[in-house]
């Protein structure tokens, strides 16, 4: 079977090469010339582990400009373009609608294809798409990846479920992709598509709470001088099979290109419904005052106001990834401060303040650590 994927950035490229080794024939468009040409090459820029690999091995992968191309040739039709967020919070589609306009002006039959969606939407636009896509006999799935940035390859391996919303010829066949790809059988989950859309965005406000609650008990016992035995209490907490201990760990807060914007769109939907003050915002409103709490307390326990270093400062160690990080946002609120800032790791260099001296001290520091 051929599989289509249209837009190969980070998650699409390691979905799409996992596909490949699973046996599946593959073709991928993206909209950046150099781009494609240098995945037909078996070349790409990336520190995301294994893809360089899975790139160099693949022997039934080509990349294209031409989405329609992808369209013509596939039966199964993936999408993983950008949803940039909106001011309110939601997910902009657009990108989505174009490749919708793209498969509408196929000249070629289209009945029997699918279209699975694999970027995050909001709640009610695959119900839509499928609207528009029904004249054409074109089925419709919801199908997102629960991933994190620098551990994707990984993470689609040992997902612990696989959610797909609609229904359709493809349904059983779409399942069985994840049965080759990943490590141990996958736990399906099959529902409507808004209620996949809606799973999407809980789980990571459900996350987001839960970092969230860590991040107030550590505040709490920091305040109470208890600040060495927080890891202990977390973990005492965690312990209960009620609570569980992912997740539930002190540091910085919540960052990264996920999970803020899922909190803040399911929020936005809760919102929509009626729901003004839901978990989406309270953890959203506590993210932004434990970084300053962070700030507050660093300052004080530099009683010699000695210059800052950071090991790392993107969202998560081994990215460079900036979106959302809360050590980058701690590093410039310190800045804004006066301070002198140091960052071991320069791997993020040329997407940071200037004033950030990237290297290993010359001279006595005080050390961020969590």
């Known amino acids: 079977m051929k599989i289509g994927l249209i837009g190969a950035g980070r998650l699409g490229i390691c979905f799409a090469l996992l596909l490949e080794k699973a046996g599946y024939e593959v073709i991928v468009s993206d909209v950046r010339d150099d781009y ?7 070349v790409i820029d990336t520190n995301e582990p294994e893809v360089a690999d899975l790139l160099d091995d ?13 369209v013509k040739n596939c039966d199964i039709i993936y999408t993983l373009v950008a949803t940039p967020s909106l001011p309110d919070g939601s997910y902009d589609v657009s990108a989505v609608w174009k490749v919708i306009d793209d498969i509408q002006s196929c000249e070629f039959p289209l009945n029997g294809k699918s279209f699975v969606v694999g970027c995050t939407t909001n709640p009610g636009d695959c119900e839509l798409f499928q609207t528009q896509l029904n004249p054409y006999g074109v089925d419709v799935y919801y199908n997102p990846e629960f991933i994190a940035q620098g551990s994707i390859i990984k993470d689609l391996r040992h997902a612990d479920m696989v959610l797909v919303g609609g229904e359709g010829q493809h349904l059983d066949a779409i399942k069985e992709i994840y049965s080759k790809i990943q490590v141990t059988e996958p736990h399906v989950y099959t529902m409507s598509t808004t209620a996949a859309e809606l799973v999407k965005l809980a789980v990571n406000c459900f996350l987001t709470t839960k970092i969230s609650y860590a991040n107030m008990v550590g505040e709490v016992m ?4 208890l600040e060495t035995e927080i890891g202990t209490v977390l973990k ?5 099979t009620r609570v569980g201990s992912k997740y539930l760990n002190y540091g910085y807060g919540f960052g990264g290109p996920c999970l803020p914007r899922d909190n803040r769109s399911f929020a936005a939907y809760a919102k929509k ?3 003004e003050y839901n978990l989406g915002v309270t953890t959203d409103e506590f993210n ?3 970084a300053r709490f962070l ?15 950071f090991h790392y400062i993107s969202y998560k160690e081994g990215t460079d990834i900036l979106t ?6 701690l590093c410039l609120d310190l800045l804004d401060r006066g301070y002198k800032v140091y960052v071991v790791e320069d791997y993020v260099k040329s997407q940071c303040d200037e004033r950030i001296i990237f290297g290993v001290p010359c001279e006595e520091v005080f050390w961020i650590d969590l």
Do not use: W
């Open 36 to 42: 494609v040409i240098g995945l037909n090459n078996r």
């Open 58 to 70: 693949a022997k039934n992968f080509t990349a294209v400009l031409d989405n329609v191309e992808v």
């Open 222 to 225: 920091t305040l109470a001088g």
């Open 236 to 240: 005492a907490i965690g312990a209960d």
């Open 273 to 275: 419904l009626g729901l």
């Open 288 to 290: 932004n005052e434990h």
């Open 295 to 309: 700030m507050e307390y660093f300052i004080k326990k530099n009683e010699s106001n000695l210059p800052f270093c």
């Open 324 to 329: 959302e990080s809360q050590q980058y946002r």
